[in-house]
């Protein structure tokens, strides 16, 4: 088991970045794949990266691609998700999640909400135009 918590959301104006943290406990971290996502009022809960065990590999869904940069420290059971260029549809909840590394061979990375099994409470961040 596992337990997350995401911290670092705010309020921010368009062009801005802000760094999230995804800190864990309650299990080996580096047994964990990490991913993120986020919700807006009204939408589904949508993938924005995720980032191997090691913190060698990492996707993006490709609306965050090119901004978002998602980093581990290992060390600290701690994994980063570093927004640039943040934009008013960047507004939302934003979760991590923990995905059993054991279940992905290597360069397979759970993209799907229903392959995490344990998240965080949120964190908002929102993007004034």
């Known amino acids: 088991q596992v337990q997350l918590v995401e911290s670092g959301g705010r309020l921010v104006q368009a062009g801005d970045s802000l760094r999230l943290s995804c800190s864990a406990s309650g299990s080996t971290f580096i047994y964990w794949i990490v991913g993120w996502f986020r919700q807006a009022p009204g939408k589904e809960r949508e993938f924005v990266g995720v980032?191997?065990?090691?913190?060698?590999?990492?996707r993006y869904a490709d609306s965050v691609k090119d901004r978002f940069t998602i980093s581990r420290d290992n060390a600290k059971n701690t994994v980063y998700l570093q927004m640039n260029s943040l934009k008013p549809e960047d507004t939302a909840v934003y979760y991590c999640?923990?995905?059993?590394?054991?279940?992905?061979?290597?360069?397979?990375?759970?993209?799907?909400?229903?392959?995490?099994?344990?998240w965080g409470q949120g964190t908002q961040v929102t993007v004034s135009s």
């Open positions: 999640a923990a995905a059993r590394e054991v279940y992905y061979s290597r360069g397979n990375l759970p993209l799907a909400v229903h392959e995490y099994e344990y």
């Open positions: 980032v191997s065990w090691s913190g060698q590999t990492t």
